[in-house]
């Protein structure tokens, strides 16, 4: 099984300023299968980015993921006050027992 | 539009049965892969089975000797038996649609908290 650390656990920010989110694979995920998640208190995990670099539909060009083997990024350029909220990594490489990380909530500072 | 929704008792007894369907619209139950995922403080998001074309089921290995997955192709819906229940298993459990057995999911049910207390 996959372990996904993700780092910061808190991420203290104000709106406008840059957020950039890790997530290390305890082993290199197959074809960069590793996708971010947003989720609100009562909701439940909205799809952003998945392939590890491609936005969802409807996710703004503010948000970009990045990395490969083991090593992922999700950058929000420009943080709105919307995009406070706790941030989720998955990899599905590993057929059918995909696994996710720990998260990172991001809060204003 | 996709939708889906999960329901089904939020209190199950120690040692008992918990039973969860979840109903499906905009879609073909009987194509993609339906899954089960939960999320609790303290394990955060666990993906728990999925089934596709009402019958190939897979499931996690730290649940599966206690995972009844099925489908109700009429109905549009999925359901999820959990046998053996204790209070570790108390957690939001959510449905969710992926396109293949290893899949990012991008389509989720709302989530329905499930108590294990006596």
């Known amino acids: 099984e996959i372990v996904l650390t993700q780092s910061p656990g808190t991420l203290s920010l104000s709106p406008g300023e840059r957020a950039t989110l890790s997530c290390r694979a305890s082993?290199?995920?197959?074809?960069?299968?590793l996708a971010w998640y947003q989720q609100k208190p009562g909701q439940a995990p909205r799809l952003f980015i998945y392939?590890?670099?491609s936005r969802a539909t409807g996710i703004p060009d503010r948000f970009s993921g990045s990395g490969s083997g083991t090593d992922f990024t999700l950058t929000i350029s420009r943080l709105e006050p919307e995009d406070f909220a706790v941030y989720y990594c998955?990899?599905?490489?590993?057929?059918?027992?995909?696994?996710f990380g720990g998260g990172t909530k991001v809060e204003i500072k | 539009q996709v939708q889906l929704q999960e329901s089904g008792p939020g209190l199950v007894k120690p040692s008992g049965t918990l039973s969860l369907t979840c109903t499906v619209s905009?879609?073909?139950?009987?194509?993609?892969?339906w899954n089960w995922i939960r999320q609790t403080a303290g394990r955060g998001l666990e993906w728990i089975g999925q089934?596709?074309?009402?019958?190939?089921?897979n499931s996690s290995p730290s649940l599966k000797n206690r995972v009844s997955l099925s489908v109700d192709t009429s109905n549009n819906q999925f359901f999820l038996k959990l046998t053996s229940v204790t209070a570790a298993d108390t957690a939001v459990y959510y449905c969710?649609?992926?396109?293949?057995?290893?899949?990012?999911?991008?389509?989720w049910g709302q989530g329905i908290l499930v108590t294990v207390s006596s």
């Open positions: 089934i596709y074309g009402g019958e190939t089921t």
């Open positions: 082993q290199s995920v197959w074809s960069n299968y």
């Open positions: 392939g590890a670099s």
């Open positions: 998955q990899q599905y490489g590993t057929s059918p027992l995909n696994t």
């Open positions: 969710a649609r992926g396109w293949s057995a290893s899949s990012y999911y991008n389509y």
């Open positions: 905009g879609a073909s139950i009987d194509r993609h892969y």
